[in-house]
């Protein structure tokens, strides 16, 4: 790899004096090795018009401060990857929605180390590379922390009239093991104002989902260097919510801006760095719930009325948005039990609790609805309060709705919200190991299948997900999981309740509970419906999206935040008969591995065909079945 050189110059783009964005400014660019790719390192900036209706919506828009010009001026962080050779490139960008500043289409997609590659080994298998598409990163969320190649965004604070503004601030925390002192990451930008102040609170809750916090007297709690340091110590699962008093909010959502403007610039401007035809917005989890947001606030056209993504793939997000445009934002909390507000679908319905009509969609901001995928673990279905279910139902009641004709979604039967490693790691913090069934070779087809769609209109596989219609939807306390010795039954969880939608009047119905409907599951306790991969379509063991506190982490009754479970089968029928497990055993099942490993490759086989893997990937998917087979039965040869 060439020495990075530091060229901190400024870049004229002619044609840009009244552009969104108006100059890069390139720290370092490099060539990747041999790989045919070049990496630019910089800073993006921008100068938008806040009269525009589009950029009004941005909270606190009109408290910015303002160039001569009028518009309201902001930078991001920017790295892209693209071919040296645009003939080389297929005239698609993939533009990321980092999540909390990082960046992870390289380890994901590319099945690589590190999601910073500098050198070709660190590309991975170069999936994306072979494909063609340039990689895009932009700073978006204002209060990462910056070094260690993490991405953020500098905004300018809102004032009243040029004098500070102030305002109350609150998060929740859990933390999984005790603590005397605790840095509240989501509060990190907001210094309190007044610490000894009557705004200063500390509650705490036992099980998540318990009414009202208990408070804690003021005397048991301080700050210490920006920590929060509690008397007797913060003890492991419990809910806290810290409440104080702070100055000088960022404009939190001109994040959305830098995303749009970013796109146009890639799509419209000639001599951008990196000139294509079309962006795809890809986000995981906390930024699919960003790209969920992006959609419904009305930021997917730009300040000259085009289209700014061409696709959106909005992963593990479920129902959920991300708290963002809004005055004292909090876009790093997790959103556990309280990141879902109502509109749920793209279409529009009639919400029952507040009686608003509005969807995703289709609502007064929406004009170019872009091709959408949403996938979704079973995670999203059963935890977390991401109620992705209510994406394909009525609001009012269990009924299937139709999606619309530029939407797929698509059911990861089984998986984590984050895959977990395989060995699958002992309980911890959970009562079962982490699920380590691996969703990212389906995500690998699907991409290619987004590109065929907006390029030449080629359809995707068809959605794939639970429905009433075929009886694998149904209310949480109806599922049939099996009862399993020494495993909790998930038969008492509810949805959590709905958070603040800012832009309806009274919110839109906050805090009413959010139904809970969920895949239903056979006799393993595996889903039936969706995509189902080898792992469980022909199984060694149950996977959940859900995994309670152990003892001495929290309330038995709480999950474990975005957790599965795996849970293998017995190896013989007499273990499973000492274990109290219904299960069927492995020897029961299949008569040798030759047979089982048959079967696997069956499976894989038939979903090439369907479109949900990649031909080349099979191979190692079939590995990676005979690792696990090896790993389940090797309690019987012991």
């Known amino acids: ?53 589009g950029n009004r919506v941005i909270a606190d828009m009109d408290r910015a401060p303002r160039n001569a010009a009028g518009r309201v001026e902001f930078s991001a962080d920017l790295v892209i990857l693209r071919p040296t050779n645009p003939k080389a490139g297929n005239g698609a960008a993939l533009l990321e929605i980092s999540n909390r500043g990082r960046r992870s289409m390289i380890t994901n997609f590319n099945r690589g180390a590190v999601g910073d590659p500098m050198t070709e080994l660190e590309l991975g298998d170069k999936c994306l590379m072979r494909e063609g598409y340039t990689l895009v990163w932009v700073g978006w969320e204002f209060d990462v922390p910056r070094g260690e190649g993490l991405m953020g965004i500098d905004v300018p604070v809102a004032t009243d009239g040029g004098k ?14 005790g603590a005397t002192a605790h840095t509240v990451a989501d509060l990190a930008v907001y210094a309190p104002s007044d610490p000894a102040g009557p705004d200063s609170r500390l509650t705490v809750r036992g099980a998540a989902m318990d ?52 796109a146009a610039w890639l799509k419209h401007q000639p001599d951008a760095l990196a000139p294509v035809r079309y962006v795809y917005g890809f986000g995981s989890s906390q930024s699919g719930r960003f790209l969920r947001a992006f959609l419904y606030e009305g930021f997917n056209h730009d300040e000259r009325d ?9 992963h593990i997000a479920g129902a959920a948005r991300i708290d963002f445009n809004r005055r004292w934002s909090l876009p790093r909390e997790l959103g556990t039990y309280s990141a879902t507000a109502f509109p749920f679908s793209d279409a529009a319905q009639v919400d029952p609790v507040s009686g608003v009509r509005e969807g995703l969609l289709d609502n007064p901001r929406g004009k170019f609805a872009p091709k959408i995928f949403y996938t979704n673990t079973a995670v999203e279905y059963w935890g977390g309060g991401r109620v992705a279910a209510l994406v394909h139902t009525d ?26 490693r395989f060995p699958p790691l002992e309980a911890t913090t959970g009562q079962q190991r982490l699920n380590p069934l691996d969703y990212w070779w389906i995500m690998r087809a699907l991409l290619p299948a987004m590109h065929r769609w907006v390029q030449d209109g080629t359809l995707p596989p068809a959605s ?11 209310r949480a306390d109806a599922v049939a999981f099996p009862a399993i010795g020494g495993v909790k039954s998930p038969r008492t969880l509810t949805g959590g309740l709905r958070a603040m939608n ?15 409907y969920v895949s239903q599951v056979d006799a393993d306790g595996n889903e039936r419906a969706g995509v189902r991969l080898p792992d469980v379509a022909v199984p060694l063991a149950t996977y959940t999206g859900w995994n309670f506190r152990r003892l001495g982490k929290g309330e038995p009754v709480d999950l474990v935040a975005l957790m599965g479970s795996w849970i293998p089968f017995p190896a013989t029928r007499a273990a499973g008969t000492a274990a109290q497990d219904p299960r069927r055993s492995v020897e029961e099942r299949y008569a040798s591995r030759a047979e089982y490993l048959a079967k696997a490759q069956a499976v894989a086989d038939d979903l090439v065909t369907r479109g949900f893997l990649l031909a080349g990937d099979v191979a190692s ?17 012991k």
């Open 1 to 53: 790899m060439k020495t990075l050189v530091r060229i901190g110059a400024f870049l004229a783009m002619a044609g840009l004096a009244a552009a969104e964005v108006t100059r890069v400014d390139i720290a370092r660019r490099a060539e990747i090795g041999a790989s045919g790719y070049e990496k630019i390192v910089g800073t993006i900036h921008f100068a938008v018009d806040p009269q525009l209706a």
């Open 164 to 177: 500070p503004i102030s305002g109350v601030v609150h998060a929740k925390f859990v933390l999984d093991d």
């Open 211 to 262: 009414a009202e916090g208990r408070e804690i007297p003021r005397a048991q709690w301080r700050w210490k260097n920006r920590a929060l340091v509690l008397d007797g110590g913060f003890e492991a699962g419990k809910t806290y919510e810290i409440f104080y008093r702070a100055t000088n909010p960022p404009i939190a959502g001109l994040g959305f801006a830098a995303i749009r403007d970013t």
């Open 306 to 314: 085009r289209p700014v993504f061409d696709g959106v793939m909005a």
């Open 395 to 420: 609001s009012a009641g269990p009924k299937d709705i139709p999606l619309p004709e530029n939407v797929r979604s698509y059911f990861f039967a089984g998986g984590q919200h984050g895959p977990g």
């Open 464 to 474: 794939a997900y639970p429905t009433f219609r075929e009886g694998t939807l149904v």
């Open 502 to 516: 800012p832009l309806v009047a009274n919110g839109a119905g906050a805090g009413a509970p959010l139904p809970l």
């Open 621 to 637: 998917i079939v590995q990676r079945a005979g690792a696990q087979w090896d790993l389940v039965t090797a309690a019987a040869t």
